[in-house]
């Protein structure tokens, strides 16, 4: 039977892009061996663990003394020795050869400013070491594909592309209840326009108060924003806030009902591996409009309706075209979504790479 150990530092983080994948990746692979069941697969996991994972065939583990880059760097690979190990979230062992690793992109090379200096020196150094020394190397969109082998070419031969998938996000509707979640935030009867927001400047959310501060539109819908540091993100733009609604984090249940009930959700992100909430709004039938970069058109397609991301004129005229009723149908944008991105697809192609690496070994 083949051993493979898993990285489960994620663990021990916020739940975030990249530890969304190797959860949803992880069940799924748990799920799928009935069919492999010639694998023994062990999640290994540091101490101080904060998330946990419901698992039927795939054994968790507690090992080392160490946590983050000290227990992933040492207490790890000395435990996983010559086994195959999958490292889901960017980093692992940087000296160990038998492993799979994710890269989901080149941000910290190509869009350094959304990073300290510290940052980039040390995740230089790690993508050299992991791109040199791993046997397969995975990512999440073609276009995060040119960019790491733009700067790391001798992976040409190892990296192959896995697009991530959306049904974590349940289409199980409660009226009722998305009705006592849209009254908890005041927002019965209103129209409104989401965003997802974050202080990283990559993701470029500054263009939404600019434009509310330079423009005459008056908007009938409210621009409601979810996530960290929204108010230092755009309050430092000196935008009034009643044209703002900063809700903070909220729940999976709550962002379900903003998406199933926003007028529209705005992407304006400058740089995106692959990018998952326009893709949960879409799941839920939310119209998108996105900034025309990165890997944005590739996994949106046609499905989305794209504005200049520097360019506040461009977003306004993007924002009033859909409200002239220049949508896509809700079953449109939830079919496109729920035929092209499964998380059942990202774990087989995962499989297909461990039994490749098996049958080297074997």
């Not at 975030?16 to 290994?44: F, M, P, S, W």
């Not at 924003?225 to 929204?230: E, M, P, T």
């Amino acid at each position: 039977m083949g051993k493979i150990y898993i990285n489960g530092r994620f663990l021990t983080q916020k739940t975030t892009g990249v530890q969304r994948v190797a959860i949803e990746t992880i069940k799924q692979i748990d799920l799928l061996l009935d069919k492999y069941r010639e694998y023994n697969i062990t999640l290994l996991v540091p101490k101080g663990s904060i998330i946990t994972i419901e698992l039927n065939n795939i054994i968790v583990k507690q090992i080392g003394k160490n946590k983050g880059h000290i227990w992933e760097q040492i207490d790890l690979p000395l435990y996983v020795k010559k086994e195959t190990l999958v490292n889901f979230c960017n980093t692992a062992p940087v000296f160990k050869k038998n492993q799979i690793v994710y890269i989901h992109d080149m941000a910290i090379q190509d869009a350094p400013e959304g990073f300290s200096k510290k940052f980039v020196l040390v995740y230089k150094l790690l993508f050299k070491k992991i791109t040199r020394n791993a046997r397969k190397i995975i990512t999440v969109s073609n276009f995060s594909k040119e960019r790491i082998l733009n700067y790391y070419p001798n992976v040409h031969n190892k990296i192959s592309v896995s697009y991530l998938g959306v049904n974590h996000f349940s289409l199980d509707y409660n009226k009722r209840k998305d009705l006592e979640i849209l009254k908890s935030f005041k927002l019965v009867e209103r129209k409104y326009f989401l965003a997802v927001s974050s202080a990283n400047p990559n993701k470029n959310f500054s263009i939404i108060s600019r434009m509310l501060a330079e423009t005459s539109n008056n908007w009938e819908e409210e621009f409601v924003f979810v996530g960290s540091n929204n108010s230092t993100v755009f309050r430092n733009n000196n935008i009034e806030t009643k044209s703002i609604r900063y809700l903070g984090y909220v729940s999976d249940d709550e962002l379900h009902a903003l998406y199933r009930n926003a007028r529209l959700f705005i992407f304006p992100s400058k740089y995106e591996g692959f990018g998952l909430p326009p893709i949960e709004a879409m799941r839920l039938g939310c119209q998108v409009i996105a900034n025309k970069s990165a890997s944005i058109p590739e996994i949106l397609e046609d499905k989305a309706r794209y504005f200049d991301g520097d360019s506040i004129n461009s977003l306004e005229q993007a924002l009033s075209n859909i409200n002239k009723n220049n949508q896509i149908s809700r079953t449109e944008l939830m079919n496109f979504v729920n035929e092209k991105y499964n998380w059942k697809e990202t774990a087989s192609h995962l499989m297909r790479k461990i039994k490749e690496i098996q049958g080297d070994i074997r």
